[in-house]
């Protein structure tokens, strides 16, 4: 029995009392309200457009497509990512190069990265995961010599600032998701946000079926739309962010205060150009004599705390591992580093007292080691 979860979406009668109006107003497609949550939204990060879908990875898809990427061009994508990252660069017959990723920032490493560059390479999808921000100046000074495309995948990183620039206006695009567990949720749901007029209006056709007004096609396009249910749980969502990031700020300093010392355990390591972290995780590492499965396990069996591992490498996966069996050590590497990493719950509501027994939780189970 699951006593403490590992997310837990902070949503209330605001939200309901939003979907409820939109019901009976009785326009449940995209309409108003979505053009409505993607100002805001793009107000907040600071960015002059947005432009809604239904999910993440379809925001990260038309982004790609907006990108100019196609077949038979190489994208770069971390190695350490959730899969989409890599399956959106699949969808339009391009190749992902997968990146060595850092021990301490999971992003990734931006020592080897040019290593992974060749003349058929168009772009580079950065990852902030776990809500950490890249160091976007540095990668930014390589796609410019090797004339790459950037785009961030920003998808964690809802209120991250690099070097107190907000996420979501520093590479030409940022794709972020609302799934449940991120800072914000409209249920599912995904944005990109940009600077970039031409690009804003290029994506807003991709997500509609191509069109640049109603039945007329100028590409091929796709249903990406997000709902009105979606953007209007979205505005009530985005109401909250300020007491969503102020929470988790809270809970962080605890694990930290509750952690600090412990033999074994490595706490997040914040790099000195993030000015402001979004702490979609909370990620401890683990020393190599600890046996992190094991921890997790213990964790949940016998605790009924919830964690989580995010994310295994790509090249890892059952689906890739044909197109990746042959990879350089660097690579392999990145599997050491997934081994030793574990989330920790992380969400609006979780107490003093819930995140004492996580860590005397984990405190007593590193015993056996």
């Known amino acids: 029995m699951i006593k403490i979860p590992m997310a837990k979406p902070y949503v209330g009668l605001e939200e309901a009392n939003a979907v409820h109006k939109k019901i009976l107003e009785g326009w449940l497609s995209m309409g108003q309200t979505v053009l409505d949550f993607e ?19 379809t925001a990260l898809h038309i982004a790609l497509i907006a990108s100019g990427i196609k077949d038979g061009d190489e994208v770069l994508v971390p190695d350490i990512t959730f899969a989409s990252t890599a399956k959106v660069v699949l969808y339009e017959r391009a190749t992902p190069i997968l990146l060595p990723c850092d021990s301490k920032t999971f992003n990734l490493s931006i020592e080897h990265l040019e290593k992974f560059i060749t003349p058929k390479t168009k772009a580079i999808i950065l990852v902030d995961m776990n809500g950490m921000p890249v160091d976007y100046d540095k990668i930014q000074s390589i796609a410019e010599k090797h004339n790459l495309f950037v785009i961030a995948d920003s998808a964690e990183s809802m209120g991250s600032e690099y070097k107190y620039k907000k996420i979501g206006a520093i590479a030409p695009m940022h794709v972020f998701s609302f799934f449940p567990n991120k800072n914000i949720t409209t249920g599912e749901g ?180």
Request: hydrophobic letters at 40%; glycine letters at 6%.
């Open 190 to 369: 995904g944005i990109i946000t940009t600077n970039n007029e031409k690009l804003y209006e290029q994506l807003k056709e991709l997500r509609n079926m191509g069109q640049d007004y109603r039945y007329h096609h100028t590409s091929l396009g796709f249903n990406y739309r997000m709902t009105e249910i979606a953007a209007a749980i979205g505005l009530e969502q985005l109401k909250k962010f300020d007491f969503i990031m102020a929470s988790k700020q809270k809970i962080v300093e605890t694990y930290n205060k509750q952690l600090k010392g412990v033999d074994g355990i490595n706490l997040p390591f914040i790099p000195g150009y993030v000015t402001q972290h979004a702490w979609y995780m909370y990620t401890i590492t683990f020393k190599s004599n600890i046996d992190r499965d094991y921890v997790a396990k213990k964790l949940l069996d016998d605790y009924g705390i919830e964690t989580r591992m995010s994310f295994p490498p790509i090249h890892s996966q059952p689906f890739f591992k044909k197109k990746y069996s042959k990879v350089s050590h660097l690579i392999l590497n990145n599997k050491v580093i997934w081994d030793s990493l574990l989330n920790l719950p992380i969400w609006v509501g979780l107490t003093v007292e819930d995140q004492a027994y996580i860590t005397d939780a984990i405190k007593n189970i590193i015993k056996d080691f």
């Open 39 to 57: 100002k805001e939204f793009a107000k907040m990060v600071g960015a002059k457009y947005a432009v809604a879908t239904n999910n993440g990875t």
